[in-house]
């Protein structure tokens, strides 16, 4: 039989065991740290994912405008001139052209600077850019498409984005 070693005593909270570990205990703070502030981009980009089509700060590279504001899809996105700020007036059939872009899911986490959620008349969330309601376009069939740019006599726009707005 295998000699028994002696077991070593139990400590207190406030006791240190070696001269090391205040170093080992400030190494593991600043791990931890560390990865707090490499992981927080991760954390705040699915605060901002309204349902499972957006991401509000995303482009999908160049259109003939330049970049714009699209879903996780590559679906562009538009603003409507008639709508104010904070307010859609897209309703009824408007809306199922112009679908409105849902916030339904939206957990009150963090917002983009640019990027706010607005209530609907009828109760609904909706992404909104610079406080103006965000739309799909209905007739807009793959990713990249801008068909409803400068519809309704130039009153839809896609939402262009420049390095800054990131």
């Keep these: 039989m295998p000699p028994r070693l002696p077991m070593a005593e139990p400590r207190r909270a406030n006791e240190l065991v070696?001269?090391?570990e205040p170093i080992a205990m400030s190494m593991l703070k600043s791990a931890?740290?560390?990865?707090?502030?490499?992981?927080?981009?991760f954390a705040l980009n699915a605060a901002f994912m309204a349902d499972d089509d957006i991401t509000p700060f995303e482009v999908d590279g160049y259109t003939t405008e330049g970049p714009v504001l699209t879903d996780r899809k590559g679906f562009v996105l538009y603003t409507f001139d008639r709508d104010t700020p904070g307010k859609s007036t897209c309703t009824g059939a408007c809306a199922e052209a112009w679908p409105p872009v849902s916030a339904a899911d939206y957990n009150g986490g963090a917002k983009g600077f640019k990027l706010s959620v607005?209530?609907?008349?009828?109760?609904?969330k909706q992404w909104a850019w610079e406080e103006k309601p965000l739309y799909r376009y209905s007739k807009d069939a793959k990713p990249g498409d801008i068909l409803g740019h400068n519809q309704g006599n130039k009153t839809w726009h896609v939402v262009p984005i420049s390095g800054h707005d990131m």
């Excluded at 740290?33 to 981009?41: D, E, G, N, Q, S």
């Excluded at 607005?118 to 609904?124: A, V």
């Design 18 to 20: 070696s001269e090391e």
């Design 32 to 41: 931890a740290l560390a990865a707090c502030v490499v992981l927080a981009p």
């Design 118 to 124: 607005i209530t609907r008349d009828d109760g609904t």
